[in-house]
């Protein structure tokens, strides 16, 4: 089903979307806004005027991880959107949707027609906001005009690693975990989702640094949000079907067979220097057309949320790449 509903159609209120089980914060900084995408009813933050600048978050984690990209982005002459990918409420899901990557790029395209008038807008993922990224470069390099991506090297790079990498398995152990049925659904409700939390600290830089993160309001809203519903179960599916066949779409099998298409995009990589990944960021380079001109960039005393815990350097590193005419 690839329905979208035309950019003067978009809802702009809540009433046909239910939202019995969201949990939406009061804010300042942009407004939350709704729109049909193929089998989901997206919400989405969006702020300021000028070029599409979309941001896409991870695991575990919402829209509201970009607060501080969309102050400043959207005060540069941006206008930014923000979805809650599908699987995280307040957008709402279909029973019997799918949530692989060839769904999840989908989405992503038919947002950028939707609210971009399928015009090219510039792309920014983190964790598997970035592997969503990846897919949406390979198989609509034509919606993207420059990308920066997040924490998480290309998925090829990543299994290519798993491979011949034990440190690199046991660093990925929570991919393995939500391949068995009901265990993780279970852990990850005991004891008020501590399990989300436990994952947040492991993943952020040092403790002993003095730099450790403060973020404990943001996390625990997120883990609120994550219990409500079927998210526990329909975040895991992302994790299940990169994995396993049976979790995928078959009617987009053409859309998955050009995910891993050699990336022509131009594309900055950034990863906490804390972050073990980024020792995968040198080998993918084969996985990128010279005229993507890829480069990546390691952000000192941050780890896997460098997006949070160095929003200003991770800005202005965004800043430069989106508006680099740079060429080598």
Known sequence: ??????????VRDSDCVDHSNAVIHDIDYAEHKYCRVNDAEYCYLEAGHGPMLLLIHGYPDNAYSWEHQIRYFSQQG???????TRGYLPTQTESGSYFDRATLANDIAQ???????????????????AAIGYGVLGAFPHLVKRAVLLAVPHPVEIM??????PKHVIRSFHWFLFQL???????IRARKGKFLKWLWRVWTHSRDNQHTLTD??????????MLKGTSVTDTLAYYRAALQSKYRDPQLSHIWD???????????????QQDMRREMLPRQTDLFDPEAY????????????????QPEIVNKAIAEWLTSDETA
């Open 1 to 10: 089903m690839n329905k979208v509903i035309p950019t003067e159609q978009i």
């Open 78 to 84: 941006y206008r930014v959107i923000v979805p809650f």
């Open 111 to 129: 947002l950028i027609q939707v609210l971009n008038e399928g015009k090219p807008a510039y792309l920014v993922g983190q964790d598997w906001g």
């Open 160 to 165: 290519r690693t798993l491979k011949s990498s």
């Open 181 to 187: 049925p009901g265990i993780p659904e279970l852990l």
């Open 216 to 225: 404990q309001q943001h996390i625990d809203h997120i883990v609120t949000s």
């Open 258 to 272: 050009r995910l891993n298409n050699t990336i022509l995009v131009p594309t900055r990589v950034l990863c906490g």
């Open 294 to 309: 890829f480069n990546w960039q390691l952000v000192e005393n941050a780890g896997h949320f460098l997006h949070r815990e």
